[in-house]
């Protein structure tokens, strides 16, 4: 990026105005600077400090900072603002937790996860889509399944709406395909109505190949983000609901953005919207709430209640990064270990309860994830295989 760019980013990150994806980008940069330090020694000299982020300003940014010149002073705003960024790394680097296993496991480290599904067709055959070459896939009645080049997996009508105005082709049985991402996978499917779905690690959408005429209704498990197409493809304007299944609750909509977070281990469903308008409703109770944009459904076992979301942090995987704000601990190694496909083994359930807040980039590798946390000086990880361990950090003196 330039200069300019570079500047408006950072005055936006100590501000705390970036948007997910800046905020993303800039922690990063951080952990990809961490991890090439040794951080070895724990003297810590406050000049040295200081000329090492000198340093590391002007080979990050190409912005002599400490040289004169027409933009001198924006220049050390830049410095100052970079400062405060490059705080906890320099801490990092000059007092490192002493109980931190990561270090040791690199070179053992856990890949984070990556496109990759299977594709259920409606007769059993099951496609693996990460194997799958670009292009027309499956055909099923009159609906061509194709795979575009970004990976996306992309359902066209081929025939025309029938004279009772179905949007299905007089030869079309329900037959309904489900799209399953592994622990380790995500990805994104167009489906017959033009709706963008995205899936997150362990979840799944089953759906019919063609809608019926009266509603759109799929059913999820795990965690998807939802673009619901209100124009169908056909190019007519109809009020045919969408209708989302999942758990104990029904998530009604026409057009809209939102995201539904429904893994079984979770204790409640969270439907979170951002644009538009949505019903949820809990058919074996018959409670209903309507959501307006900002807000988040919670559905328990015999609750639905309402309050406001932090939306960024809803659809963080979304925008390629794990965010959490005073979350505890196993809620967070729970998707961790669906992300990196590894088992989480505690030496306490105390450690659980750990309360974090932080954001850091899903591709990054987990160690650089873990150590993250472990600059807290509350927690150390360790890495064994497919394995991670967590327990107490020692502090030494």
């Given at each position: 990026?330039?200069?300019?760019?570079?500047?408006?980013?950072?005055?936006?990150?100590?501000?705390?105005?970036?948007?997910?994806?800046?905020?993303a980008?800039?922690?990063?940069?951080?952990?990809?600077?961490?991890?090439?330090?040794?951080?070895e020694?724990?003297?810590?000299?406050?000049?040295?400090?200081?000329?090492?982020?000198?340093?590391?300003?002007?080979?990050?940014?190409?912005?002599?900072?400490?040289?004169?010149?027409?933009?001198?002073?924006?220049?050390?705003?830049?410095?100052?603002?970079?400062?405060?960024?490059?705080?906890?790394?320099?801490?990092?680097?000059?007092?490192?937790?002493?109980?931190?296993?990561?270090?040791?496991?690199?070179?053992?480290?856990?890949?984070?996860?990556?496109?990759?599904?299977?594709?259920?067709?409606?007769?059993?055959?099951?496609?693996?889509?990460n194997?799958?070459?670009?292009?027309?896939?499956?055909?099923?009645?009159?609906?061509?399944?194709?795979?575009?080049?970004?990976?996306?997996?992309?359902?066209?009508v081929?025939?025309?709406?029938?004279?009772?105005?179905?949007?299905?082709?007089?030869?079309?049985?329900?037959?309904y395909n489900?799209?399953?991402?592994?622990?380790?996978?995500?990805?994104?499917?167009?489906?017959?109505?033009?709706?963008?779905?995205?899936?997150?690690?362990?979840?799944?959408?089953?759906?019919?190949?063609?809608?019926r005429?009266?509603?759109?209704?799929?059913?999820?498990?795990g965690?998807?983000?939802?673009?619901?197409?209100?124009?169908?493809?056909?190019?007519?304007?109809?009020?045919?609901?969408?209708?989302?299944?999942?758990?104990?609750?029904?998530?009604?909509?026409?057009?809209?953005?939102?995201?539904?977070?429904?893994?079984?281990?979770?204790?409640?469903?969270?439907?979170?919207?951002?644009?538009?308008?949505?019903?949820?409703?809990?058919?074996?109770?018959?409670?209903?709430?309507?959501?307006?944009?900002?807000?988040?459904?919670?559905?328990?076992?015999?609750?639905?209640?309402?309050?406001?979301?932090?939306?960024?942090?809803?659809?963080?995987?979304?925008?390629?990064?794990?965010?959490?704000?005073?979350?505890?601990?196993?809620?967070?190694?729970?998707?961790?270990?669906?992300?990196?496909?590894?088992?989480?083994?505690?030496?306490?359930?105390?450690?659980?309860?750990?309360?974090?807040?932080g954001?850091?980039?899903?591709?990054?590798?987990?160690?650089?994830v873990?150590?993250?946390?472990?600059?807290?000086?509350?927690?150390?990880?360790?890495?064994e295989?497919?394995?991670?361990?967590?327990?107490?950090?020692?502090?030494?003196?």
């Amino acid at each position: 990026m330039t200069e300019q760019q570079l500047y408006e980013l950072l005055k936006k990150y100590t501000r705390g105005d970036c948007t997910a994806d800046e905020k993303a980008s800039i922690e990063t940069w951080y952990l990809k600077e961490a991890k090439t330090q040794p951080g070895e020694s724990r003297d810590f000299d406050p000049l040295k400090a200081k000329q090492e982020i000198w340093s590391r300003i002007e080979s990050n940014t190409g912005i002599p900072v400490e040289k004169g010149g027409l933009y001198t002073f924006r220049r050390w705003y830049i410095a100052a603002s970079v400062v405060l960024f490059l705080a906890s790394a320099c801490l990092f680097f000059y007092l490192k937790p002493p109980a931190v296993h990561i270090a040791e496991t690199e070179k053992r480290d856990i890949n984070p996860g990556s496109d990759k599904a299977v594709l259920t067709l409606a007769n059993g055959s099951k496609i693996i889509l990460n194997n799958a070459t670009t292009g027309k896939i499956a055909r099923e009645g009159s609906v061509v399944i194709t795979k575009s080049p970004d990976g996306q997996l992309i359902y066209t009508v081929a025939a025309t709406e029938s004279q009772n105005g179905d949007y299905r082709s007089v030869h079309d049985s329900l037959a309904y395909n489900t799209i399953t991402t592994p622990r380790g996978g995500q990805y994104q499917v167009v489906l017959p109505d033009g709706s963008h779905l995205w899936l997150n690690a362990e979840s799944s959408v089953k759906f019919p190949a063609i809608f019926r005429k009266d509603e759109r209704r799929v059913a999820v498990t795990g965690e998807v983000y939802f673009e619901v197409e209100k124009r169908l493809k056909a190019g007519r304007m109809a009020n045919i609901p969408f209708i989302v299944s999942s758990g104990n609750q029904e998530i009604y909509v026409l057009g809209t953005h939102f995201n539904l977070n429904a893994y079984p281990e979770e204790k409640t469903i969270k439907t979170t919207l951002l644009e538009g308008s949505v019903k949820v409703r809990q058919p074996a109770t018959g409670k209903e709430e309507i959501l307006h944009p900002g807000e988040q459904a919670l559905s328990g076992h015999d609750k639905l209640t309402v309050q406001q979301a932090d939306t960024d942090l809803a659809v963080a995987w979304k925008a390629g990064y794990f965010s959490f704000s005073e979350s505890n601990l196993e809620q967070i190694m729970r998707g961790i270990s669906r992300w990196y496909n590894v088992e989480v083994i505690y030496a306490s359930d105390d450690l659980k309860r750990e309360l974090f807040s932080g954001t850091v980039s899903r591709f990054a590798s987990v160690s650089q994830v873990l150590r993250k946390m472990e600059l807290t000086g509350s927690v150390s990880f360790k890495i064994e295989g497919k394995k991670i361990y967590v327990s107490k950090a020692e502090l030494k003196h």
